[in-house]
């Protein structure tokens, strides 16, 4: 009997293993959202016993900003290394100016811990209006994978003549052979996964011709490993008309961390909301936690009224969840997300409905039970 005990312990352990969570709510309604998903991780866990996460809370932001002088404590990432995966919200505040909470917080732990690869899944989920006219949910099935290291958030550059009529503000776009390769297969690899096996290469090299061609020239050369991939190649501006008449013709995207950045804001909205966006911040070769998030920020004009869309926190988690290899976990979650948007009673405002933050909380806790 013994025996057994610790044979089942030790499969416990092996194939449970516990996941340390750090819970970092940041600014905005980042606290609301990241709130409301450990509720729904904590009514998962009830559901599926062997799902083992364990949360960490930490303050920092733009409060612990102006308190401290800092938007983290200097061993932060230290802090932060030992966990296996970061529940973000939001940075940015209406007292601490963006580019001090964005590179003091969310593009610090992104480029130190080396998640190269931001992954935006756009997906008309059943239920869902699209300002689109006459689509539906097989007309929109978008995964953009952002550069999230370099590129135009490289944060190189310098101010000269500081205050002087003729200052100049100089920022530099740095691509690496590097960095665009190891995205690229990233995003080769991914779109491997879905049901269309394409992927649409976005830059804006008639216009920029040093790394944008490069980016070009990479991805001639990478296509050749993955024959089994439809590839494309747009312009930057081309591809937002495409976006919106032809949905049906993408699958996977992959562009630079600013193009993806802006393009992903535009197909989560015509996915329904920018509330319902999530995004995974992924180092794929796990040297460092993962961080995943909403795509949709602070969103001042909501804090404090219980108006939050706690949705785009909730599939985050599902983006979480499968990068811990939780998969039964995550396509749960899906499900229960996917069953209150089908439903549609129980809604928040962005996506059409009245209910509150809390209200859309316990619905996916109940699709979760059923
Ligand atoms: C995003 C956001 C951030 C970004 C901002 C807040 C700096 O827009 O995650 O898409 O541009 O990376
Ligand atoms: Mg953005």
């Not at 932001?61 to 995966?85: C, I, N, V």
């Not at 976005?202 to 590839?231: C, Y």
């Not at 937002?240 to 996977?252: C, E, F, I, K, Y």
Request: proline share 5%; aromatic share 6%.
């Amino acid at each position: 009997n013994q025996r057994n005990e610790r044979i089942k312990n030790h499969r416990i352990k092996k194939h449970m293993p516990l996941h340390k969570i750090a819970v970092l709510g940041g600014d905005g309604i980042g606290p609301e959202v990241t709130r409301e998903a450990c509720v729904i991780l904590s009514a998962l866990q009830d559901s599926l016993p062997e799902l083992k996460l364990e949360f960490t809370e930490f303050d920092w932001g733009s409060e612990y900003f102006l308190k401290t002088g800092r938007m983290m404590p200097e061993d932060g990432l230290e802090q932060l290394k030992s966990f296996d995966a970061i529940l973000f919200g939001s940075a940015g505040s209406l007292e601490v100016p963006d580019h001090i909470t964005l590179w003091g917080l969310r593009l610090e732990i992104c480029q130190h811990f080396d998640q190269y690869a931001n992954v935006r899944p756009s997906r008309l989920l059943p239920g869902i209006q699209s300002p689109l006219k006459n689509i539906g949910p097989a007309e929109l099935d978008w995964v953009i994978v952002r550069e999230n290291t370099e590129g135009e958030y490289s944060g190189a550059g310098g101010r000269v003549h500081p205050k002087l009529p003729q200052e100049v503000g100089i920022d530099v776009s740095v691509f690496t052979r590097d960095g665009i390769e190891r995205v690229m297969r990233y995003a080769f690899e991914l779109a491997l996964t879905r049901p269309k096996k394409q992927l649409t290469l976005v830059t804006k090299s008639n216009a920029q011709r040093h790394g944008m061609v490069l980016w070009d020239e990479v991805f001639e050369k990478l296509k050749h490993d993955f024959p089994g991939i439809t590839t494309d190649k747009m312009l930057v501006d081309a591809i937002t008309t495409r976006m919106v008449l032809q949905p049906q013709s993408l699958d996977t995207i992959v562009a630079t961390n600013l193009h993806a950045d802006i393009l992903s804001d535009l197909a989560a909205a015509l996915s329904g909301s920018l509330g319902i966006g999530p995004t995974a911040n992924i180092n794929p070769e796990r040297n460092f936690p993962s961080m995943f998030e909403p795509i949709h920020g602070s969103a001042f004009d909501l804090v404090g009224k219980d108006l939050a869309n706690p949705l785009g926190a909730f599939w985050s988690c599902v983006m979480m969840l499968e990068h811990l290899q939780e998969n039964m976990g995550a396509s749960l979650l899906m499900s229960a997300i996917e069953e209150v948007c089908q439903e549609g009673r129980h809604l928040p405002k962005d996506l059409g409905g009245n209910s509150c933050t809390g209200e859309v909380t316990t619905e996916v806790c109940a699709a979760l039970k059923k």
